[in-house]
């Protein structure tokens, strides 16, 4: 092969490159999943992911799409070694990214490539997505949109006031957007309301301020039965009480029992532990709280089964009332625990069981730790 040709697939492989980018950052899944052959592999083992074939990469893309908020990849040129009609390369990429349930963060990741020449020009055969360097930090910045707006406005632009007929948000307590936190006004009204109707509620700082207060919380040797909860895998609560000694963790057992031989012992053990320590789909102004399941087997020990029960909740669950808190499930907490349990166990999840805890009738039963930060669906 001439210097000519090898200049001109390198040139060719490079605009491949760029335009998985472009692709990525315009949402264009279905011209993301052309540039790879039909047999294409893109594979990312932190997430982890393997997608097989263009249709695979293009609703698989979807999927991960549709949890975004807003996200950005920077592509830097790596090597290109070319080997006929076939090439290895590494693109080096940093993102920063936040999803809709509050996780933010940045990372820096390498590209492991393929390519194939084709009868339509150099396509991936593989990409393999690494990541080398992660930061969970929560991100300051947004998306542009009206919260943007009221940002840079606090640096002193012009921010627009509600015209005619347009509702403004923080007269009306209208909480539209289920992935913001809300304001600390409605945080501290949700706080009194469940004070009010027998809960015992503390507003936190943070994730790791609630694993120290659960720490406080439940006595050594309790059993303590752990909702399965985004919120409580992200806080670091869940390994807490389920990877160490400081307490007979009932899930863990529970995920080695037989289901078919021990469905009784289990369904005891989950309804009546000591201490339930789980999340909730959302919080009312007025004081309650409403759960979602889709099997119902955390629901006895949320309702009264567990001798005490301990909520952490994220400040973008905090809505003004029960038919808004209906809403929330239905539109923002079960899409992304659909797109979770496909990943995982391959079907989606559905709302089969609602549970609305209006108030609190045991005194000292049932804590809420509202934090000031977004966490969890």
């Known amino acids: 092969m001439n210097d000519f040709q090898e200049i001109a697939d390198r040139v060719e492989i490079e605009a491949l490159r760029g335009d998985f980018t472009d692709a990525a950052m315009m949402r264009d899944r279905a011209r993301l999943a052309a540039l790879f052959t039909p047999d294409g592999v893109l594979r990312m083992p932190n997430v982890p992911v393997e997608l097989i074939g263009r249709e695979e990469i293009r609703t698989g893309g979807e999927r991960l799409q549709s949890q975004w908020d807003f996200f950005v990849q920077n592509s830097h040129p790596g090597t290109i070694r070319i080997d006929g009609d076939t090439a290895t390369g590494r693109t080096y990429i940093q993102e920063i990214a936040r999803l809709l349930d509050g996780r933010s963060g940045l990372n820096f990741a390498i590209y492991h490539d393929t390519y194939r020449r084709t009868p339509e020009g150099w396509k991936f055969a593989e990409r393999v997505y690494e990541v080398r360097y992660v930061d969970t930090t ?38 539209d957007d289920f992935a913001a936190p809300a304001s600390a006004e409605r945080l501290d009204r949700a706080i009194a309301a469940l004070r009010a109707n027998g809960f015992t509620a503390e507003l936190l700082d943070d994730a790791a301020a609630a694993r120290a207060r659960i720490k406080d919380l439940i006595p050594e040797g309790a059993g303590v039965f752990t909702g399965a909860s985004e919120t409580l895998r992200l806080s670091g609560v869940a390994e807490d009480i ?59 020990a949320a309702a009264g089964g567990a001798a005490r029960a301990i909520w952490v909740v994220g400040a973008q669950k905090v809505v003004p009332d029960l038919s808004t808190a209906l809403r929330r499930v239905e539109e923002h907490s079960l899409p992304l625990e659909t797109a979770r349990a496909q990943a995982i166990y391959g079907q989606p999840s559905a709302v089969n069981r609602l549970l609305v805890l209006n108030a609190e009738p045991q005194p000292g039963r049932g804590t809420v730790l509202l934090l000031r930060e977004a966490i969890g669906f």
């Open 242 to 300: 389920e990877a160490g000694d400081r307490y007979q963790a009932i899930r863990p057992r529970v995920l080695k029992m037989d289901r078919a031989t021990e469905s009784d012992q289990i369904r005891r053990l989950a309804a009546a532990p000591d201490v339930f320590v789980a999340s909730v789909a959302a919080v009312t102004e007025n004081g309650s709280l409403v759960i979602a399941s889709a099997s119902g087997s955390q629901l006895p």
């Open 138 to 175: 929560p991100l300051r910045g947004s998306a542009p949109g009206p919260d943007a707006a009221q940002d840079s406005g606090k640096a002193g632009d012009t921010v627009r006031a509600p015209g005619a007929g347009e509702a403004d948000a923080s007269a009306t307590g209208a909480a």
